[in-house]
């Protein structure tokens, strides 16, 4: 009688209250495993019982599309909250599905951009295990200010991750001046670790004076111009491409302090967040690419992308 009594308190609390299971576990002086154990059998005996609304099945066929249009691995697709920040419901999205699929000890490679930045601060403040987070590029500001709000929210209880990050501007003055910067101890061996990880989170930036890499005046105006006339639709990792997905080899890529696509993969998950109808071709011609192999965006998004010809 006690333990029914306990599971239903427990699913109360988790899906009701949104206890997380840590905060569930000190609440009731039980371990986390516990708490775990406790909600798999209120799903399996009854207490808890789901019921798919239509949205939530339309949102289910759209991800199955994506994957069989563009050949993914996998695909998430969040709803559209109505909320004004888009990367925001996307970064939270993508948290959860690292959190979701990483094991403790795992090292999780961390790309570039405002999603991705928002992604590490809402995986720092969330994740209950033991986690390891490498750069894959230089940048370093735009990495501190996420791990900085993720740990203003962390209990301390939860673990906090490792992390690595890349002591370098994104972009250096020259190439000569990038390749003196990549042959740093201090800088390889952070750009060595990318390879221990299970997967990557990398956003999918447009070619729009929009986009991070332009906003901030990291890259220039003229090497915006440049780039859409070598027909350059987007970016990830600061590594531009074509249409097709084709990586454009131009003076910029020279003098980047980043990861090579091409190394990213081997067999592991390179997950895309981005969203926005500003975008699409940019996405669309990534996953073409396959530069990607999980993608994780909104629901007005995934329908264009299904509409893209």
Known sequence: MRE?????KIAWFYYIDNLTQQQIAEKLDISRMKV??????AKTEGVVQFKINKNAEN???????????YG?????VVPNSGSEDLNDTIAQAAAQYIEEKSKPGDY?????GDTVSKTVSHLIYAVEKPLSLVSLSGGVSFYTSSIINGAHKKTASSP???????????????KEVAQTILKESSIKEILDMTQLASMSVVGIGAVTNTATIFKYNIVSNNDLVLLQMQGAVGDILSHFYDKDGNIIENELNARLISSDLSLLKNG???????GGKDKVTA???ALSGKLVNVFITDEDTAARLLEYK
Not at 59 to 69: G, H, M, S, T
Not at 268 to 274: D, F, L, Q, S, T
């Open 4 to 8: 029914s009594n306990l599971i239903m």
């Open 59 to 69: 949102r289910v066929q759209a991800e199955v599309k994506l994957i069989e249009k």
């Open 283 to 285: 996405i669309h011609s």
């Open 160 to 174: 906090t991750p490792n992390i690595y990050v890349v002591p370098a501007p994104l972009v250096a003055s020259s």
């Open 108 to 112: 999780i490679n961390i790309g570039y």
């Open 36 to 41: 775990i154990k406790y909600l798999n059998q």
């Open 268 to 274: 592991k998950k390179v997950i895309g967040v981005a």
């Open 72 to 76: 993914l691995d996998d695909v998430f």
